[in-house]
């Protein structure tokens, strides 16, 4: 529960959206965390619009 909350937080705070968030914690659940490279991963399979950055904190 803990690592699954932990991909959530981190998720939001890189600028994912509540759906793209759970689409990355189902994707990467093998993984402690959600790597980097997740909004280029998200383009590729059409979940995120191509161009769009993540938001900068």
Not at 11 to 20: F, I, K, P
Not at 28 to 56: C, F, N, S, W
Request: charged share 25%.
């Amino acid at each position: 529960f803990a690592i699954r909350s932990e991909r959530f937080m981190y998720a939001y705070t890189v600028g994912l959206t509540g759906s793209e968030a759970v689409w990355a914690a189902r994707r990467y659940r093998g993984h402690r965390t959600i790597p980097l490279r997740v909004m280029d991963d998200m383009e590729v399979a059409g979940v995120r619009p191509k161009g769009t950055t993540r938001q900068q904190t």
